[in-house]
Nanobody
C-alpha cells in the first residue's frame, strides 16, 4: 500500500494551501487517515485525522480552527486545507493510514499507522 502526499509549496504568511493524500493500488475506504508534520530540528507531530467514513475529525490544538481535514471517497483522496498559515507551520507534511478500532485519539500514535506517504514540503514566509 502506498500513499502520496502533494500540494506543498512556498506561501506567504496568512496564505492558504491544500494538501492532498492519494492512495495508489488500494482503497482508503476502510482506513482512517492522519496528517503529521515535521518542522526543522523537531520531531514529527500529529496534525489532524479523519475517520474511515469521514464522520469524525480530530485536530491537534495547534491547528484547530485553522486547518480542515476532509476526504473524497470517489477520488480516494484525503485533503488538508490550511488557512491563515504562519511561519511556524513550515514543515514537511506526511499523511498516514490506520486500519483498526479505537477513538480518534489513537491517530496521534505514529506506531499505529500502517502506511505512510513520502511527505510534501510546506514553507511559510513571513
Amino acid at each position: 500500500v502506498q500513499l502520496q502526499a502533494s500540494g506543498g509549496g512556498l506561501v506567504q504568511a496568512g496564505g492558504t494551501l491544500r494538501l492532498s493524500c492519494a492512495a495508489a493500488g488500494f482503497s482508503l475506504d476502510y482506513y482512517a487517515v492522519g496528517w503529521f508534520r515535521q518542522a526543522p530540528g523537531k520531531e514529527r507531530a500529529f496534525v489532524a485525522a479523519i475517520s474511515s467514513n469521514g464522520g469524525r475529525t480530530y485536530y491537534s490544538d495547534s491547528v484547530k480552527g485553522q486547518f480542515t481535514i476532509s476526504r473524497d471517497v470517489a477520488k480516494n483522496t484525503v485533503y488538508l486545507q490550511m488557512t491563515s498559515l504562519k511561519p511556524e507551520d513550515t514543515a514537511v507534511y506526511y499523511c498516514a493510514a490506520y486500519l483498526g478500532p479505537g477513538p480518534m485519539a489513537v491517530m496521534e500514535d505514529e506506531w499505529r499507522m500502517s502506511s505512510w506517504g513520502k511527505g510534501t514540503q510546506v514553507t511559510v514566509s513571513s
